[in-house]
């Protein structure tokens, strides 16, 4: 089953053309790295697969239309973005029982269980952690969602290349399975290629 299926995906942002008619499908239990470098057009991709932007062609997101049909998506969808997004006043705990109580697929007893393998005090405001605590904590929230697809913009970002490689290994060995997709951005191939099943260049669009 395709996952994501899109034909003469076009956006345009003024004179700036971020998406240039891409076509792309995605199966069901894949691992899709986007590359590209800055300002390539990976995260408008992401934002029309998320439903956060309008865009020309066709789209479908889980046999979904992502922008008509956004909060029905979101159901089967975690989306995960550079580690800062967590708000730095928030304590661990408070930070679980608002996931819980917002997201309905949020298994926290799992949560909790991938958190017990760091050092993060369930009493620590998120601006007390390291960035690598962060990401830790980041994923922990990501890896107890019960979702069809996971996309990933660039989420290792600002890490040292430790708490990266530690980062793709969790995903890989405590969440990833065939039922799942993932797709990841990034512009640093190099620590994403032998996670990856599939691979795409996308530069000006």
């Known amino acids: 089953m395709a996952v994501i299926e899109a034909h003469k995906l076009r956006k345009v942002f ?7 008619n891409v076509d792309l499908r995605v199966e069901e ?4 790295g986007l590359i590209g470098p800055n300002g390539a057009g990976k995260t408008t991709a992401l934002n029309a697969i ?7 062609g ?11 049909s956004r ?3 979101m159901r089967d969808v975690s989306f995960i973005a550079d580690v800062a997004v967590l708000p730095r006043w928030i304590r661990v705990t408070q930070l679980l029982d ?5 997201h309905p697929k949020f298994d926290r007893t799992r949560a909790e269980g991938f958190l017990a393998r760091t050092d993060i005090k369930r009493t620590s405001k998120v601006r007390q952690l390291s960035k690598g605590m962060v990401a830790q904590l980041h994923l922990a929230i990501v890896m107890a969602i019960d979702a069809k697809l996971l ?10 290349i430790l708490f990266r490689k530690q980062f793709y290994d969790s995903l890989l060995n405590d969440y990833f399975d065939r039922t799942r997709t993932i797709i990841v951005t990034t512009h640093q191939v190099e620590e994403v290629q032998d996670v990856l099943t599939d691979l795409m260049f996308i530069n000006h669009g």
């Open 14 to 20: 003024g004179t700036t053309v971020a998406l240039d």
């Open 29 to 32: 239990g894949r691992i899709l």
């Open 50 to 56: 998320l439903g956060l932007t309008s865009y020309e």
């Open 58 to 68: 066709e789209l479908k997101v889980l046999g979904r239309d992502p922008w008509n």
């Open 71 to 73: 909060d029905d998506l």
């Open 98 to 102: 608002y996931v819980q109580g917002v």
């Open 151 to 160: 996309v990933l913009d660039e989420p290792t970002l600002g890490l040292d």
